[in-house]
């Protein structure tokens, strides 16, 4: 376990297979409130092989540049993730921002404080101008938090994404690094 950023309640850490058990139990707790803004998971998903592998996976993406995902740790449990995926550099300096929250913590600004941390890192370290977030119409919670941090909308991607076998509409909210414009 690595610390990234320390905010006022939170450690954000990156994880390596080492922690496979806190995320296998962050999963496990949160299975039943994730399953309608996630892909679908079989069971194979809720194994400590399949995180271990998974969290393998990242930090390989992580170190090739690609990705950074943190893991928000509270109490001493994980109690959700940031992504920041899909990093292009060049002319773009973009990315897509992905989050989750744990269901018995939700309304304390937990995910706020995580997400202002790390778009703080993604303009000030990484020197990303532009961080994109992919929200459904129907996911009020998520769409109030980017709004909060100054997300603005750009528009709606019609199925965009498959999300339990349905082509969902998503709201594309944009934050950008105006520093650097």
Not at 1 to 13: A, F, G, N, Q
Not at 26 to 55: C, G, H, M, S
Request: aromatic share 8%.
């Amino acid at each position: 376990m690595e610390l990234l950023v320390k905010t006022e309640r939170m450690s954000l850490v990156l994880l390596d297979r080492s922690s496979v058990d806190l995320v296998l139990d962050y999963v496990i707790r949160n299975r039943t409130f994730l399953e309608p803004w996630e892909l679908e998971r079989n069971e194979t998903y809720f194994t400590k092989d399949y995180q271990a592998e998974q969290l393998e996976q990242e930090a390989m993406k992580i170190k090739e540049g690609q990705m950074l995902k943190v893991w928000m740790l509270f109490e001493e449990r994980i109690v959700g993730s940031i992504a920041l995926s899909n990093i292009i550099r060049g002319a773009f300096q973009s990315c897509h921002l992905g989050y989750r929250m744990d269901g018995e913590l939700l309304n304390r600004g937990l995910m706020t404080e995580g997400l202002k941390a790390i778009i703080a890192y993604a303009f000030d370290v990484m020197n990303l101008h532009r961080i994109e977030a992919n929200i459904m119409p129907r996911n009020a919670a998520s769409l109030k938090v980017v709004e909060k941090l100054g997300f603005y909308e750009e528009g709606l991607a019609l199925k965009y994404l498959q999300i339990h076998g349905v082509w969902e509409d998503h709201i594309h909210m944009v934050l950008r690094n105006t520093a650097m414009e």
